[in-house]
């Protein structure tokens, strides 16, 4: 504060006053009204009375060449659970989903998993292979790539074992936490088929494995089908380049289908004549049902949602009356045609608002605006697919695959909001 404005300071006693006074004749008129804000205009001082900010120069352009956000939105960061997992390097953290609007997850706050840390890549050295039952075995440089036709599409991504902790009922406190393992970012990207056909593929293809540079070196089995249909192989998010958390240089794009099969650090794609049955489609990322056989090869993240706002991280904290309940809803079977929110634990359902793009296997955001009697309230959200899918209520779930499971669990989720405006996880079924 080393800059002060003898004008500012003269000017701004006599706008007070001015503003005081008008607003007490105001309040005798508007006091029976609930608008948000009304009663501010009583001389409320961060209206009346001028700011540091609104008085002294900011800083200059170059103060940060790469932007980060307002410190005040310092709490706005992937968290993770410590207790999930022996080791960081071979882990997870979560999108903070609570205090996300829209449908676009800012890169910064993607979650990310790895299983052997984050391989960080010189993309000078960096290659993709193609190579097993193809006609020319090729190697790509990172310059090659970016000069076949690309394309950009918005997807979202979901680890199978989202929500995975929530089976038996409600653990976890925040949608941050039970359902953050879930982004959606622009992807730019070369489609898989034009560099399949580049090498030419022999007709007795018909499973493709992808290959990762971490040290994991993780890979999985993608049916052809998929891999020439819409998958992509990425270098970009959201315009720029993917982050290293995502895969930099490279990543596989597979539309709908589990986050595991999204091969990060992408260096070789092979072509085979059936499934490679590796770790993470064996004894990992399979469902044990209740006769102790597993399902293998469940790709499609089926139809779900959750209420975003509020939910356990983002009480409501101004009392009765207008309330925005929000949430987001994704399938991998396509768009969204519609999510209904229950204010009574699944009794009744309302139809939400759908706002923002509908896109294909891409995040939806929906929206209830309702007036808040203060009542307790056990909010629910259902989505629907544009396949006819309808999201399960957990007990559904239970039923139709038992209480082994870990992944794929998109049951119903509630959330207790309690007149306080308090809000807990809980189970409705
Ligand atoms: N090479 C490699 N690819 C990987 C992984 C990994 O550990 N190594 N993790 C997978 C898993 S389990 C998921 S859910 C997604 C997570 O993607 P994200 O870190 O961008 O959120 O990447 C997948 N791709
Ligand atoms: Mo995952």
Wanted: one cysteine or more.
């Amino acid at each position: 504060m080393t800059r002060k404005s003898g004008h500012t300071a003269n000017w701004a006693p006599s706008r007070r006053a001015f503003l005081t006074g008008a607003a007490g004749a105001a309040l005798t008129t508007s006091a029976a009204t609930a608008l948000p804000g009304a009663a501010r205009a009583a001389g409320d001082p961060a209206i009346t009375e001028i700011k540091d900010w609104n008085r002294y120069l900011g800083e200059g352009v170059d103060a940060a060449p790469y932007g980060a956000p307002s410190p005040f939105e310092a709490h706005v960061v992937r968290r993770d659970v410590p207790w999930l997992t022996a080791d960081p390097v071979s882990s997870v953290n979560f999108t903070p989903l609570h205090e996300l609007d829209g449908i676009i997850t800012p890169n910064g706050l993607c979650f990310e998993r790895h299983h052997a840390g984050v391989a960080t890549i010189d993309p000078a050295e960096h290659r993709l292979m193609i190579n097993g039952l193809v006609d020319t075995p090729l190697v790509f440089t990172m310059q090659d790539l970016q000069r076949f036709p690309r394309e950009n599409r918005l997807y979202f991504l979901e680890c199978a074992a989202n929500t995975g902790m929530e089976w038996r009922g409600a653990q976890l406190n925040g949608c941050q936490f039970t359902h953050g393992m879930v982004h959606c970012v622009v992807y730019t990207g070369v489609p898989l088929k034009l560099l399949l056909d580049e090498a030419g593929l022999k007709a007795s293809g018909t499973w493709l494995l992808a290959e990762g540079a971490d040290a994991a070196a993780m890979t999985r089995s993608i049916p052809l089908e998929k891999a020439l249909d819409d998958c992509l192989v990425a270098f970009k998010m959201n315009g720029e380049a993917l982050r290293p958390e995502q895969g930099y240089p490279l990543r596989l794009v597979v539309p709908g289908w589990e986050g595991n099969m999204w091969v990060k650090w992408l260096r070789r794609l092979e072509i085979g004549d059936a499934p490679y049955a590796q770790r993470e489609e064996t004894s990992k990322y399979t469902d044990l049902l209740d006769d102790g056989t597993a399902r293998r090869h469940t790709f499609v993240m089926d139809v779900k949602s959750v209420i975003t706002s509020p939910s356990p991280q983002a009480p409501v904290t101004h009392g009765k009356g207008p309330l925005v309940i929000t949430g987001l809803a994704w399938s991998g079977n396509g768009r969204i045609s519609r999510v209904d929110v229950s204010l009574d634990g699944g009794r009744n359902w309302q139809t939400a608002r759908l706002d923002g793009p509908s896109l294909s296997k891409a995040l939806h955001r929906f929206y209830l605006d309702i007036d808040w009697d203060g009542s307790e309230l056990l909010l629910q959200s259902r989505a629907i697919d544009e396949a006819g899918y309808v999201q399960p209520s957990k007990d559904a779930l239970r039923a139709a695959r038992g209480v082994n499971s870990i992944y794929h669990n998109n049951g119903i989720q509630t959330w207790q909001v309690r007149a306080d405006g308090v809000v807990e996880n809980v189970e409705v079924s």
